[in-house]
């Protein structure tokens, strides 16, 4: 029976033997992008025919550049005007290790908070570290604390944000939901039904919601007061088994659920606080290829639809998802794959492709600019890593970029970029990384 | 310019298998970039790397998703992807079998782990261990109650799945 048992296991490989990678070239270009000691085809020619009589030259600056820096964070100021990627120096001593953003919270006032996991060294057994590191004061100053991560956070107000995650083991199970009432100094778990692992939380006005999962068991629909610190089931469950589904919450009442069933993504909405749901029609036409839901009014939501080749389906409904106005919305640079999307208002939201460009969508998805496109245009804001973009209103946006190690330096330095004018200039903020982890 | 060359050599022997290592785990859409991660990390650590290297990427390519999914239901996800057909890539793959999936899903991460290593990935044993950053002996024990397992999950699974009866003309 074992043998028979393995051998149908053999049978139903979804990618059997090799497939063909990207091109050599691709990776090259990718790691030239992502960590500049990694191999340079094309300038070590230059490098010996150009930059060896500027070499005393290029020192001097070097050096100037490195007391700068260091004089700067003497003063306790970490932050460059962003007038241009070139310009930010981040300390040569970085974060050993590679370094993941797991969530990202920024309120208003200048409460900040990164859940940063560290992989040291990530090439023998799984060896990580989890930090939270948070700023009362917009960036200035940082307190660092290593500690289970959280993921997402949302906040109501200035003192109320919600967040999900789990104490311990990256990737461990028993996701919690975190509460914070100070605005983000300090998290607690909230209360929530045992041995339910919290997945998802969604802010909207004075409310809270949540889904809930427990293997074998299917998910729970919570919710409850923003200002307070529990989460309950509401009456009546939309009925998804599905321990992926997702929320989005509009308003103290209205919900949307999305959840898988057989093949297809079903959607649900409730607009009494969970005492009824509604089906709604599908907007994806592809099998899998719904991808993001945001809402930015009760009746006002985006969904996003991608199967995978560019360029994506952005789909705008002002009637509660029964019917839609379709837009396809650019995905730049070389096999970006959108994500990150996330709406403002009805006429303006922001997505992020998995590549780190930073795209604007205005005038209801009619229309869409890149402000910040990784690689390729004189746009590029930053060496590194984008990995996390938080929209708090039209102007007010946040992403955080993990910059690489340079050639020389011992680590990875985390910086956050800070746009108030909708993505015309940007502010950038050095993370200071804490001091143990080197 | 000999380390790159042994490095772009190194991409040409194994990007494949870690491309269809990736894909059996993940969405398509992030695949190349978790690869191209795991070559950076190879770039890196290049010093490091044992002479039977592919064990040792998909160990990364292992650290790498597990970073990514952080917080997702991984066997769900696969299910979804298998389920809408985003399982198959430029292969001809063979026919999926749902019930072996559910089957798979019922597993424990490290037999599931273990097995899709194993039969998937083609990984002798000692390889298998060296990915997994454990013992041989430790898969031996690990392989004996994973197959069990697996094949308890298949039957039940079979049990549950209503038979399709031809009916005749």
């Known amino acids: ?105 920024f309120e208003p006032r200048g409460l900040w908070t990164i859940s940063l996991t560290q992989c040291f060294p990530c090439a023998t057994n799984q060896r990580m570290r989890n930090w939270t590191l948070t700023s009362t004061d917009g960036g200035d100053s940082w307190s660092t604390e290593q500690a289970g991560w959280l993921n997402s956070g949302q906040f109501s107000n200035t003192r109320d944000g919600w967040a999900t995650g789990a104490t311990g083991v990256p990737g461990g199970r028993g996701e919690h939901a975190y509460v914070t009432h100070d605005g983000g100094r300090t998290w607690a778990v909230a209360s929530a039904p045992a041995g339910w692992s919290v997945g998802g939380i969604s802010v909207s006005g004075p409310m809270v919601w949540a889904i809930a999962a427990r293997p074998g068991s299917g998910t729970l629909i919570l919710r409850g007061s923003a200002a307070g610190d529990a989460l309950s089931p509401v009456r009546v469950q939309p009925g998804t088994n599905d321990e992926a589904a997702t929320v989005a919450a509009a308003g103290a009442d209205t919900a949307y659920v999305d959840a898988l069933r057989g093949h297809h993504v079903e959607h649900f909405v409730t607009h009494d606080g969970g005492e009824r749901w509604q089906t709604l029609p599908r907007f994806c036409p592809i099998e899998g290829g719904d991808r993001t839901l945001t809402v930015d009014s009760p009746t006002s939501l985006w969904r996003f639809c991608w199967d995978g080749s560019a360029p994506a389906l952005l789909g705008r409904s002002l009637d509660g998802g029964r019917t839609y106005r379709s837009y396809h919305v650019p995905a730049p640079g070389p096999q970006g794959a959108p994500e990150r999307f996330q709406a403002v208002s009805g006429q303006i939201a922001w997505e992020m492709t998995d590549h780190g460009d930073v795209i604007r969508i205005i005038e209801g998805g009619a229309r869409s600019k890149v402000v910040w496109w990784r690689k390729g245009s004189q746009r590029t804001a930053v060496h590194g890593v984008p990995e996390a973009l938080t929209v708090v209103d039209a102007q007010l946006v946040y992403v955080t970029v993990v910059v690489p190690p340079a050639k020389g330096a011992t680590g990875s330095n985390l910086v956050v970029y800070a746009t108030n004018d909708g993505g015309r200039t940007w502010q950038a903020h050095v993370v200071p990384l804490p001091a143990e982890a080197h | 310019v000999g380390a790159q060359a042994e490095f772009e050599e190194l991409y040409r022997r194994h990007g494949g298998r870690v491309l269809a290592y990736v894909l059996r785990r993940a969405s398509p859409s992030v695949a190349d970039d978790v690869v191209a991660d795991v070559f950076l990390v190879a770039w890196r650590r290049r010093e490091d790397m044992p002479a039977n290297a592919l064990p040792w990427l998909l160990g990364v390519a292992r650290k790498v998703l597990a970073n990514r999914r952080r917080g997702e239901q991984r066997v769900v996800a696969l299910t979804h992807r298998l389920a809408s057909g985003h399982g198959n890539t430029d292969t001809t793959a063979g026919e999926v079998d749902e019930r072996v999936i559910r089957a798979l899903s019922r597993l424990g991460d490290s037999d599931r782990e273990l097995l899709m290593l194993l039969v998937w990935d083609e990984l002798s044993q000692a390889e298998v261990a060296e990915a997994l950053g454990v013992r041989k002996n430790t898969v031996a024990v690990r392989l004996h109650r994973a197959r069990r397992h697996f094949a308890e999950a298949l039957a039940a699974e079979d049990a549950n799945t209503p038979q399709m009866t031809e009916v005749p003309r």
């Open chain 1, 1 to 105: 029976m074992i043998d028979e048992a393995l051998e149908r296991l053999r049978d139903s490989n979804p990618v059997p033997g090799e497939v063909t990678p990207a091109s050599v070239d691709y990776l090259l270009a990718r790691i030239e992008a992502d960590a500049p000691e990694r191999p340079r085809r094309r300038l070590r020619a230059r490098v010996a025919t150009t930059l060896v009589p500027t070499l005393a030259v290029a020192t001097a600056l070097a050096v100037a550049a490195v007391a700068i820096v260091v004089l700067s964070h003497r003063r306790g100021g970490a932050n460059t005007p962003a007038s241009g990627p070139s310009t930010l120096r981040v300390p040569s001593r970085g974060m050993p290790g590679v370094l993941m953003v797991d969530g990202v919270t």
